[in-house]
């Protein structure tokens, strides 16, 4: 099966740069949902841990509970919060604060204008009297910017929707409440030192979508994806290969297959359009199950290097590329 290598003095790198922008390793908290944005949940989070943060978000209970050895608090963004010694559950609506267990310790996410999840503002004096009601350890109050990566003011709109939330929360008769707002590109738009702390993720892996103008810190990837040769032959001018012999040698060529394919995540989607390998090899004709077929006779090669650029080629994000990946394709440190 095709590899993933995971470099190692890249991604301490590239939390570094954030670490010293925010002020401290301390206002960083790695997110590694989706397993670790493709980059493996475990691995990402000993990696993580060696570095030295000590705060990790996750998707799930069942996410949360694989890494829960390697730090000190695990902020769980849409799962059913119950009480665990380092955990802190998301609530993002008023069920949510009716269903979670006694005792457990939240916080509360308000939506500011991103209309995904959140409880909404004319509902926040309910929502913490609920939480009250109900028992809860409220421990900050978070929101999520829905354009902090495009070059706009709406960044700057949301902000100041979430300060007025900060006001009525404290109006409401609590202070003592940590708040969290910035994603990786608001952290790169934004003084973030004044933040209880960011949640790094896609910047965290070596990328930002966000125009050149803010591309202020050196951000390397992480990931490359690897595929190795499984069988190699010459073709004649004029022969065909793969599903529906849609690539006509232009002359006599020796091609390889190698062994990665949608099954392990990569798309079809693109089959019309052949894709341009980090060596600059085209794959030829459409991708298998299992297999692509390139112009090639070595035993390894890269298909992708920096999944942004990979990305544009798709008509993607760079997000896509690496989250698709199947889990159980090897990831190897270097």
């Known amino acids: ?22 002020g401290s390793k301390e206002q960083v908290a790695i997110v590694l949902k989706d397993n670790a944005y493709g980059h493996g949940l475990e691995l990402m989070a000993k990696l993580s841990a060696e570095f030295g943060l000590s705060r990790a978000v996750v998707r799930t209970l069942s996410e949360a509970d694989r890494i829960v050895g390697y730090f000190d608090e695990i902020v769980i963004l849409g799962d059913r919060a119950t009480v665990g010694d380092n955990y802190t559950f998301v609530l993002n609506s008023l069920d949510d604060i009716s269903l979670a267990q006694r005792g457990s310790t939240v916080d509360l996410k308000v939506d500011t204008g991103m209309h995904r999840n959140g409880i909404m503002t004319e509902e926040i004096e309910s929502a913490l009297a609920l939480i009250q009601e109900r028992g809860l350890n409220l421990r900050g109050i978070m929101s999520h910017n829905r354009s902090a990566d495009e070059l706009s003011s709406e960044l700057f709109w949301q902000q100041k929707c979430f300060r ?15 708040y969290h707002f910035f994603n990786s590109a608001t952290a790169l738009r934004l003084d973030s030192t004044q933040e209880a702390f960011i949640r790094l993720g896609i910047g965290a892996y070596g990328y930002s979508e966000l125009p050149d103008l803010y591309n202020i810190l050196d951000l390397k990837p992480v990931l490359s994806l690897w595929a190795k040769r499984v069988a190699t032959r010459v073709l004649k001018k004029g022969d065909r290969v793969g599903y529906g012999a849609t690539f006509e040698a232009p002359r006599e060529m020796e091609i390889s297959t190698y062994d990665l394919g949608y099954g392990d995540g990569w798309m079809r989607s693109n089959g019309y359009a052949p894709f341009i390998t980090a060596e600059g090899l085209p794959i030829l004709g459409r991708v298998s199950m299992d297999y692509i077929i390139l112009e090639s006779s070595a035993d390894e090669v890269c298909i992708v290097a920096n999944a942004l650029d990979s990305a544009r080629q798709m008509g993607t994000i760079s997000y896509e590329v690496m989250t698709q990946l199947s889990v159980n394709m090897e990831r190897v440190v270097v």
């Open 164 to 178: 007025e939330v900060k006001q009525r929360v404290e109006a409401f008769g609590l202070r003592d409440l940590r």
């Open 1 to 22: 099966m095709a590899f993933i290598k995971i470099d190692r003095e890249n991604f301490f790198h590239n939390l570094e740069q954030f670490s010293q922008k925010c």
